[in-house]
DNA sequence: GCCGGCCCAC
């Protein structure tokens, strides 16, 4: 079978440019529809320049479905703007029309993108289809507001939900306090909430999240206090009340007090389970109680409690950074012959610890080895390789890591750009300085915002090695991005 | 997963 490449490059797209219309239905009509594949879309849209020619390759394309088009976003996460070229072309497809989550998908885009003109516009673009915009819709933009520092602007999108035609009720309430408590603004969210509690009927799912948020920001007497308040008003805590303190006591440093609440929890009519199970593995490991850790996950079985691939991953972990890799691997072994299937995130767990313990080339070994399970390395995965690399000062292999990245459909992120510019300086070469000032233009180009920080690293490099030409050209990015030093002038 | 557990970096 041809791939799908092929098949719009050499096939349809000729046909297409001698009779538009009719060669798409003659298409559709005698040969199979092509199946379009995820990978290769996001590659063509990736390397074509000319929006006409993807314009005209993915309208030649038939069976487009929301899973597909969800897919597609996915892969172009990391290219905001790439990504909302795609949604866009689409939305003029004569057969295909997004549907709700693909514009709550493209508006997460343009919100991280901070471009929130094109939020409202996609925003009124699905309420005129009648599409939304959803509870989930404004949680999106409300939680991509406070990421970048407005949480203000939070609020208000909010209180002003009705407006554009959504319904405000408690589990949009909820959502949005957990938005709020999440980025660490609890006593905000908490102030909210008693405001409107009465007004969206508060319940225990709303006094968990305001808990969880105190305990995110290991104010553990908080959210007991709260917590007591939901008990004084007659709710009663559920089996996640208890879970969320409890990760709320480690996470704080009360070790004790963490230890002598699963004692209790144990005791208690609301039970424990596999959640309590790994946050105590997770919770004693890390402060290096890997024996006591290992002992808990012993116990559960024994408990009926069966342990999950989470727990496996806690475990996996713990070992990695307080015991020893090899034994984190026989943890891993040991998983794979009770039938259990690791995932991402086993993979980065023990890639790590094998890079920790200068064992790069194993590292890659299991690398290789995640396409058994079904999974690929993702971005944070190839982030892990990069750094230790670089650490290691093996830039050469870093940059064939990044290459083999960028070639094997993962698009790198923010984290990646930030690791390689930063490493482009330690050799003093100026060829390195070149490269770094080529990355910094590829990550605004794909939407990422560096900081003044690498802006002034590069410029200085380049300056000093006499590239004054192309000094120039990165200082009037920095300007057009407005990170450029107060009272600077070009 | 309407809230809770496992990847996180300098």
Redesign the pocket.
């Known amino acids: 079978m041809l791939s799908l490449r092929e098949n719009i490059s050499q096939t349809a797209v000729p046909s297409l440019k001698a009779h538009p219309k009719r060669s798409s239905l003659h298409h559709s009509a005698t040969a199979p529809p092509p199946h379009p594949e995820p990978t290769a879309i996001a590659k063509l849209i990736l390397k074509t320049d000319n929006s006409e020619t993807i314009t005209r390759n993915l309208h030649t394309l038939t069976n487009w479905t929301p899973h597909l088009v969800h897919t597609v976003l996915k892969r172009l996460w990391n290219h905001g703007p790439k990504a909302l070229q795609f949604f866009n072309i689409l939305d003029t497809h004569p057969f295909y029309a997004h549907s709700a989550t693909g514009f709550d998908h493209a508006i997460d885009i343009a919100a991280r993108l901070r471009d929130y003109k094109t939020v409202w516009a996609l925003v009124a673009r699905m309420r005129s289809r009648k599409l939304g915009p959803s509870p989930k819709t404004f949680a999106i933009i409300a939680e991509r507001y406070v990421s970048s520092g407005k949480a203000d602007k939070a609020v208000k999108v909010f209180l002003s939900m009705h407006e554009h035609g959504c319904s405000q009720n408690?589990?949009s309430f909820?959502?949005f306090l957990?938005v709020l408590c999440?980025s660490k603004r609890a006593e905000m969210a908490y102030k909210l909430f008693n405001i409107f509690r009465g007004r969206f009927r508060a319940d225990?799912?709303s006094y968990?999240?305001i808990a969880?948020g105190f305990c995110l920001k290991k104010q553990t007497p908080r959210a007991l206090e709260v917590l007591k308040e939901m008990v004084e008003r007659g709710l009663v805590p559920?089996?996640?009340?208890y879970?969320?303190m409890l990760?709320g006591y480690f996470r704080a440093g009360q070790i004790e007090e963490a230890w002598g609440f699963f004692l209790q929890m144990k005791r208690r009519k609301v039970g424990i389970?596999?959640?309590?199970y790994?946050?105590v593995v997770?919770g004693l490991g890390v402060v290096g109680e890997v024996e006591k850790a290992r002992k808990v996950f012993d116990e559960m079985i024994g408990a009926g409690v069966l342990p999950?691939?989470?727990?496996f991953?806690?475990l996996i972990?713990v070992l990695c950074k307080k015991d020893n890799v090899e034994n984190a691997i026989i943890v891993f072994e040991e998983m794979l012959r009770k039938g259990y299937t690791p995932?991402?995130?086993t993979y980065?767990?023990v890639i790590?610890g094998l890079c920790h313990a200068g064992n790069m080339d194993r590292a890659i070994e299991y690398m290789d080895k995640m396409k058994d399970d079904n999974c690929k390395p993702i971005v944070?995965t190839y982030n892990v390789v990069i750094?230790y690399y670089c650490d290691d000062g093996e830039i050469e292999k870093a940059l064939a890591m990044f290459e083999r990245m960028t070639g094997g459909s993962c698009l790198p992120n923010l984290?990646t750009y930030n690791i390689l510019i930063s490493v482009m300086f330690v050799r003093k070469r100026s060829d390195d300085l070149l490269v770094a000032g080529k990355l910094l233009i590829e990550m605004v180009d794909r939407g990422f915002l560096p900081r003044k920080f690498t802006f002034n690293q590069v410029l200085n490099g380049l300056l000093l090695t006499g590239n004054q030409g192309f000094a120039k050209e990165i200082l009037s990015l920095q300007s057009r991005c407005g990170r450029l030093p107060r009272h600077f002038r070009l």
């Open positions: 408690l589990n909820n959502a957990d999440k225990t799912v968990n999240i969880n559920t089996l996640t009340t879970n969320i990760k389970d596999v959640v309590t790994t946050t997770h999950s691939v989470a727990t991953n806690a972990q995932n991402v995130t980065n767990v790590r944070q750094r984290d």
